[in-house]
Every structure is written in structure tokens, then in C-alpha cells.
């Protein structure tokens, strides 16, 4: 059977840049085992399939799939499979706004595109708040893990910790880019998590860090960006900033290591002293299509 597929670039927006993704359209009728051997012929850090909806007044049912295993939830497939549907359905009356059914629950989209087609912006609500899951390794421990010394491990009030929504992840924070930028991910010390490392972005203004993802036993040995990770930082600057009450924007960048820069609106919402919401946003632009004959 021909099914189409359309890759794009994700949190940028330029082509050959960003997160690389792959969405497969008319996906009904392949089983999980099939979703899983295109994910890994793919072999990009996620693929997806689009599925008709459970309830109608959704635009989709999501699954989303590493080159190893399925997700319940990420964020660089949520943004580019909602700029793609938007771009299929210019018409509908809710084509801007919808609902995208995903294994943590239905996350509601805003969608806005480019005239000519070629990509857009996308920023979602995530329907469940981060959560902490523990302290991260000591330093000493960590440190062989990923190529550096314990001293280059924690910066400010940050230690390690682990945190998730979906995916979990062990944020480990490093005190500089330069750190940042010598690490190798030679063994994640969770099985079940991703490692994420942090630093402060000199570049930037305000809450702006530079951030590296690995996920070996995802079968991705580095991410470009990784939406889902950014979701969790979340409770990561929860726990260790000193943030006060309304709305907090955060700049992250990602894949500059890679040759794949990307970049990752995150905001926050505090309410009484709680995290009441958190949004990700960022742009996705086209580079293929095709026909897959499975």
C-alpha cells in the first residue's frame, strides 16, 4: 500500500538545520511492529504516524517513535506533525488551533503558516505538569559517564536531578559551554532516561541556556532538540531558580554541537508559588515527501 510521507526540519527555521522528523500520513491499518521498523529505516530521532482521531473535535491521533522504542509524548514531533496537518487542511475553521491526541493525553495546538506553504510555527500546552523523580547521580559518579570531571559538574543552586513528562530525563547541569560542548555520552547512568546537560547561554538574555540531549538506549545517540526534554527543564528551573509569580520566558538552544542549530521557546506560568502551565513553541519548515510502498 502507498502511504505518504513528508520529513521537516523542527525548531528552526531553516532547512538542514534543527530536528530532522518524518510523518507518515494515511498511517491506518500499519500495526506496531511496522510503525516500529519504519521508525528505525527512518532512522531519525523520532518518526510519526497520523491516525484518525478517537474523538472527532481532535485534528489526530499521534504515535510517536524513536529508531528503539514508542513514546507517550515529544515535543519536536507534536510541533512539526501540527504545522504539517495545518498545512494539509488550510481550509477547516479550526485549522489554527486543534487538539492532537498523544499517549499523555490530548495536547492543544496553535498553529501559525507560512503563505507559501513551506512550514510555520507551532506552540502547544503540555496536559500534564513536569515531574520530579529523584535526585540525579553525584558528580563523581556521573562525571566518567559523560567525559568530564565532577568540578564541571553543577552551576549556581543547579545539581543533578531527574525529571519528566512522558520521557523521563537526568538533567545534569555543567558550569560553562565550553564543558558543555567537551562532553560525550559514553553511558546514560538511567536506563529508562534520556541525559540532559545544561549550561548557562552567555549569548543570551534573561533565562537563556544551551543544552545537549543523549538517548543511547532510544537509539539516539544525540538529538538535534528534544521538546520533551525542554518540557522537563521546566521542573528543573522549578526546583532551582528562584522564579517569581506570572508568566517566565525561556530561551533554549540546542544542537549547535551537531552542526543543527535549533531553538526552543519555553514558558512557564507560576501561580501561588505552583507551576500551573507550561507551553513550547518554535518553527518547522518542509524538506521532502514521498510514497513509502508498505
Given at each position: 500500500?502507498?502511504?505518504?510521507?513528508?520529513?521537516?526540519?523542527?525548531?528552526?527555521?531553516?532547512?538542514?538545520?534543527?530536528?530532522?522528523?518524518?510523518?507518515?500520513?494515511?498511517?491506518?491499518?500499519?500495526?506496531?511492529?511496522?510503525?516500529?521498523?519504519?521508525?528505525?529505516?527512518?532512522?531519525?530521532?523520532?518518526?510519526?504516524?497520523?491516525?484518525?482521531?478517537?474523538?472527532?473535535?481532535?485534528?489526530?491521533?499521534?504515535?510517536?517513535?524513536?529508531?528503539?522504542?514508542?513514546?507517550?509524548?515529544?515535543?519536536?514531533?507534536?510541533?512539526?506533525?501540527a504545522v504539517l496537518l495545518a498545512l494539509e487542511n488550510p481550509s477547516r475553521g479550526d485549522a489554527r488551533a486543534f487538539g492532537l491526541e498523544e499517549g499523555i493525553g490530548i495536547v492543544p495546538c496553535v498553529v501559525e503558516t507560512l503563505a507559501d506553504g513551506s512550514g510555520g510555527r507551532a506552540r502547544f500546552k503540555l496536559p500534564a505538569m513536569p515531574e520530579y523523580l529523584g535526585p540525579g547521580p553525584e558528580p563523581e559518579?556521573?562525571?566518567?559517564?559523560?567525559?568530564?570531571?565532577?568540578?564541571?559538574?553543577?552551576?549556581?543552586?543547579?545539581?543533578?536531578?531527574?525529571?519528566?513528562?512522558?520521557?523521563?530525563?537526568?538533567?545534569?547541569?555543567?558550569?560553562?559551554?565550553?564543558?558543555?560542548?567537551?562532553?560525550?555520552?559514553?553511558?546514560?547512568?538511567?536506563?529508562?532516561?534520556?541525559?540532559?546537560?545544561?549550561?548557562?547561554?552567555?549569548?543570551?538574555?534573561?533565562?537563556?541556556?544551551?543544552?545537549?540531549?543523549?538517548?543511547?538506549?532510544?537509539?539516539?545517540?544525540?538529538?538535534?532538540?528534544?521538546?520533551?526534554?525542554?518540557?522537563?527543564?521546566?521542573?528543573?528551573?522549578?526546583?532551582?531558580?528562584?522564579?517569581?509569580?506570572?508568566?517566565?520566558?525561556?530561551?533554549?538552544?540546542?544542537?549547535?554541537?551537531?552542526?543543527?542549530?535549533?531553538?526552543?521557546?519555553?514558558?512557564?506560568?507560576?501561580?501561588?508559588?505552583?507551576?500551573?502551565?507550561?507551553?513550547?513553541?518554535?518553527?518547522?519548515?518542509?524538506?521532502?515527501?514521498?510514497?513509502?510502498?508498505?
Amino acid at each position: 500500500m502507498a502511504r505518504r510521507f513528508v520529513t521537516l526540519d523542527v525548531f528552526t527555521e531553516q532547512k538542514l538545520a534543527g530536528n530532522p522528523l518524518a510523518v507518515v500520513l494515511d498511517a491506518d491499518g500499519l500495526d506496531t511492529a511496522a510503525m516500529q521498523a519504519i521508525a528505525a529505516e527512518f532512522n531519525l530521532s523520532e518518526t510519526v504516524f497520523v491516525l484518525p482521531p478517537s474523538e472527532a473535535r481532535h485534528r489526530a491521533r499521534l504515535r510517536i517513535f524513536t529508531p528503539g522504542r514508542e513514546l507517550p509524548f515529544a515535543g519536536h514531533p507534536t510541533v512539526g506533525a501540527a504545522v504539517l496537518l495545518a498545512l494539509e487542511n488550510p481550509s477547516r475553521g479550526d485549522a489554527r488551533a486543534f487538539g492532537l491526541e498523544e499517549g499523555i493525553g490530548i495536547v492543544p495546538c496553535v498553529v501559525e503558516t507560512l503563505a507559501d506553504g513551506s512550514g510555520g510555527r507551532a506552540r502547544f500546552k503540555l496536559p500534564a505538569m513536569p515531574e520530579y523523580l529523584g535526585p540525579g547521580p553525584e558528580p563523581e559518579i556521573l562525571a566518567p559517564l559523560i567525559g568530564l570531571k565532577p568540578g564541571d559538574i553543577g552551576t549556581g543552586r543547579h545539581g543533578p536531578s531527574r525529571h519528566g513528562v512522558g520521557p523521563s530525563f537526568t538533567c545534569v547541569p555543567v558550569g560553562s559551554v565550553a564543558a558543555l560542548d567537551a562532553a560525550r555520552s559514553v553511558q546514560a547512568p538511567d536506563p529508562n532516561d534520556g541525559l540532559y546537560l545544561y549550561a548557562p547561554d552567555p549569548e543570551g538574555a534573561g533565562q537563556s541556556w544551551r543544552v545537549r540531549m543523549f538517548a543511547p538506549n532510544f537509539g539516539v545517540s544525540e538529538d538535534p532538540a528534544t521538546g520533551s526534554a525542554a518540557a522537563a527543564f521546566a521542573g528543573v528551573l522549578m526546583q532551582f531558580e528562584t522564579l517569581g509569580e506570572g508568566t517566565h520566558d525561556v530561551a533554549i538552544r540546542q544542537g549547535q554541537a551537531m552542526g543543527r542549530p535549533s531553538e526552543i521557546a519555553l514558558q512557564l506560568t507560576i501561580e501561588s508559588g505552583a507551576l500551573r502551565s507550561v507551553e513550547i513553541g518554535g518553527a518547522a519548515v518542509i524538506v521532502s515527501q514521498g510514497t513509502l510502498r508498505v
